[in-house]
């Protein structure tokens, strides 16, 4: 952070574009680091994403960064990080965005399961979440627990659009090619060369995320990664005895190896184990709720902020 920036002031002077005044470090990945940040106007608390271009250049992930961003730009959703602006200095990209206090989900696991009930929240709004970038043709490739940050409400936003791509990208026979993602939480059909639908991909790693959520380890595990996906392949786990048969029923139809088979987000939204008791909150915004009017008018307000955004990329 070295560097000077637009406003000419240096970046460790704390003072970034004469907007926001950047403070403790909040975590970091492998090409950003990610600080607490206020907008010195309205005084609100925002996370900020600094990239690296030079870093991210070297690497040729440019356009993966502009894919983060136009995902995050089309997916305004409760249950999804949401993304206030786009900065660029000669060599950083800064990225506000909702901050989100309470951590990631996966530290929560680490301390142990999770009851029945605390999982179904968690999974009502993850999967409330996914059904929303769907219904924009985003879909995330790279779910888990470690993607999921809890604010200070308990709630469940799902960030890092890393890895995200369009419907756009479809190829012509109407399937994803690009295997990425993270192997414990990869669909099986992600791992093979025949091409993916996203949507299906995002659902197997629901399942895997519900699983981890009900048992506390992971559904498919070796060391040896030509074992793990075998295991994935042929849908090779089983249920700890603690499940409910309600929960064994959703995750089994979650798990199914063959896409084809594998249970929808409407049917997901149907079944019995979900619809207990599912807060206002996390219904908020479903697909067959905004009409078409609306649809066309957040398209737009996405592309002309993703164009300014590019534009000083
Ligand atoms: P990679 O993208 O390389 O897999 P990552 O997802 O961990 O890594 P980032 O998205 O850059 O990387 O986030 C780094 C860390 O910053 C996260 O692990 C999280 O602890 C913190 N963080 C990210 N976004 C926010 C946010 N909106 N609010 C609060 N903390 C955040």
């Not at 106007?41 to 990239?51: I, L």
């Not at 940050?149 to 890092?160: A, P, Y």
């Not at 992600?190 to 949507?199: E, L, M, N, R, T």
């Not at 990664?225 to 309600?246: M, N, T």
Request: overall charge positive; hydrophobic content about 40%.
């Amino acid at each position: 952070m070295g560097e000077k920036s637009s406003t000419g002031e240096a970046n460790n002077s704390l003072l970034l574009h004469g907007k926001y005044e950047l403070g403790r470090l909040l975590g970091h990945g492998t090409f950003a680091k990610v600080y607490h940040a206020r907008n010195l106007k309205s005084g609100k608390s925002v996370a900020m994403k600094v990239v690296g271009k030079e870093k991210v250049m070297k690497v040729g992930m440019m356009e993966q960064i502009k894919r983060e961003i136009s995902a995050m730009n089309m997916v305004k959703h409760p249950s999804i990080v949401q993304l206030h602006e786009v900065m660029a200095s000669k060599s950083k990209i800064y990225i506000a965005m909702e901050l989100v206090r309470g951590g990631e989900l996966f530290n929560k696991i680490a301390r142990g399961r999770l009851r029945e009930e605390t999982a179904r929240l968690y999974f009502q709004q993850l999967v409330s979440a996914v059904d929303f970038c769907h219904s924009r043709g985003v879909y995330h490739r790279d779910l888990k627990p470690e993607n999921l940050l809890l604010d200070e409400d308990g709630n469940l936003k799902v960030t890092d659009f890393g890895l995200s791509t369009f419907s756009e990208h479809l190829r012509q026979d109407g399937l994803l090619h690009t295997t990425c993602g993270t192997p414990a939480y990869v669909a099986p059909e992600v791992i093979g060369k025949k091409g993916y639908d996203g949507a299906k991909a995002d659902i197997w790693s629901c399942g895997v995320i519900l699983y981890v959520l009900l048992a506390g380890f992971l559904p498919f595990q070796d060391d040896n990664l030509v074992a793990l996906y075998k295991k994935i392949y042929r849908g090779d786990f089983k249920c700890p005895p603690w499940f409910s048969s309600e929960a064994r029923r959703l995750i089994t139809k979650l798990l199914d190896p063959n896409p084809n088979n594998r249970i929808t987000i409407s049917k997901i939204m149907e079944s019995s184990w979900f619809k207990k008791a599912v807060p206002k909150n996390v219904m908020g915004v479903k697909r067959e709720e905004l009409d078409l009017e609306e649809k066309i008018k957040q398209q737009e307000e996405c592309k002309s902020s993703t164009m300014n955004a590019f534009h000083i990329i």
